[in-house]
């Protein structure tokens, strides 16, 4: 099977284990990703989360979380900016998603960082994906 967009993967993968109410997913590594992992763990969105390292390169665990009535934090993630269409801003432009109870993902030249310290920076970037 090939992979033309393993951070839409990642994001199937997450949505897909909320909705089934695991406690952890397993998804395949990449520095993006543990990127965004870090950022969800940053904002909440998950429990906690792991790097656990095999042959073909480690699995990212993720340990989701959810409120008291077992609903998910997360209550969507979508998919922005894709191989096919890449989604640029400015740092002017950046969206606010939900009215800032969710957080956009940015590809910027200081990294991968939330939609909040793109503007903290006064940088633009790509649009990865939102997160509410």
């Known amino acids: ?3 033309t967009d393993p951070i839409a993967d990642y994001l199937t993968r997450l949505r ?3 909705r ?3 406690s952890k997913v397993d998804i395949p590594s990449s520095n993006f990703k543990k990127q965004i992992t ?3 763990q940053e904002y909440g969105y998950i429990k906690n989360y792991s790097v656990v390292e095999d042959k073909k390169g480690g699995m ?3 340990y989701l979380k959810y409120d008291e009535n077992g609903d998910s934090i997360i209550r969507g993630l979508r998919r922005i900016s894709s191989p096919g269409m890449r989604k640029y801003v400015g740092h002017q432009d950046i969206p606010r998603v939900y009215n800032n109870l969710g ?3 940015l590809t ?3 990294g991968i960082i939330s939609d ?3 503007r903290k920076l006064n940088v633009g970037g790509e649009i990865v994906c939102y997160v509410w």
Request: net charge positive; glycine share 0%.
């Open 1 to 3: 099977m090939s992979m």
């Open 16 to 18: 897909n284990a909320t």
């Open 20 to 22: 089934a109410r695991h």
């Open 38 to 40: 870090r950022i969800l």
């Open 60 to 62: 990212i665990r993720i």
């Open 103 to 105: 957080i956009a993902i």
């Open 108 to 110: 910027t030249p200081r």
């Open 116 to 118: 909040r310290d793109a």
